[in-house]
């Protein structure tokens, strides 16, 4: 069971440049999340989704687009890339109708993280 | 959503229990407690979480006071690989906004052998 998997690991781009930063989950979860982290603070939401097909903005959407178009999906992109945008980004996805046992849609799944450096 | 408050860091002996304390006192009735930890360069991992009864589970457990303005999770025998950032946060579990959770700055725990 892989549970959330965030690829690339680590990436750096140029100003200006795009990039998707791809997130899976297998779990068949219905949430989707993406937060960023900067050194020293705690996690900002950029993006959820409650499902396939409908997205929100978080705290920090701007520079920023998603899509869900099946469960297990949901690519973060970044269209022009700034050096704000360099951080560490982690998915998470929360929550299965199907799902037994403890049932909260604020238990989230966290992936490993994307390290990205915009230079 | 109810501001939390926790001490930026703290530190417990290895094999001891580590109490981390988490203010909330704007805390509504609907709100959960719930706890995240975040070891060094990975993502957040669920604890724990509960709404007004204490709670325990295989890896830490929850107290909150009974005017749930505050709250302490437990790790009753820390290890080495307990060192990490401890998340409280507090949230509802219904409504348009599930599963928004908004992390702050946590407690650096550092658990010395």
């Known amino acids: 069971n892989a549970g959330v998997t965030q690829t690339p690991k680590f990436r750096i781009l140029k100003i200006g440049q795009s990039m998707t930063l791809q997130c899976a989950q297998d779990?068949?979860?219905?949430?989707m999340y993406w937060y960023r982290q900067d050194p020293g603070m705690g996690l900002k939401l950029i993006y959820y989704s409650v499902g396939a097909g409908i997205t929100d903005k978080g705290e920090v959407p701007n520079g920023y687009n998603v899509s869900r178009s099946t469960t297990e999906d949901f690519p973060l992109r970044l269209e022009l890339a700034a050096p704000s945008q360099t951080s560490v980004y982690f998915c998470a996805s929360s929550y299965s109708i199907q799902a037994g046992g403890v049932r909260s849609k604020n238990i989230q799944y966290f992936g490993a993280g994307t390290r990205l450096s915009v230079l | 959503d109810a501001k939390t408050t926790q001490p930026p860091s703290m530190d417990c002996a290895e094999g001891r229990a580590a109490n981390l304390p988490c203010n909330h006192s704007?805390?509504?009735?609907?709100?959960?407690v719930y706890w995240y930890r975040q070891i060094h360069s990975q993502g957040p991992q669920y604890i724990i979480h509960?709404?007004?009864n204490n709670e325990t589970n295989e890896m830490a457990s929850l107290i909150i006071t009974e005017d749930r303005k505050s709250s302490t999770l437990i790790l009753p025998h820390a290890t080495l690989r307990d060192t990490a950032v401890y998340y409280c946060i507090v949230r509802v579990d219904r409504g348009s906004t599930l599963g928004r959770l908004y992390f702050g700055r946590g407690t650096q725990l550092t658990v010395w052998p």
């Open positions: 704007t805390i509504s009735g609907n709100e959960y």
């Open positions: 779990m068949n979860h219905n949430y």
């Open positions: 509960g709404l007004k």
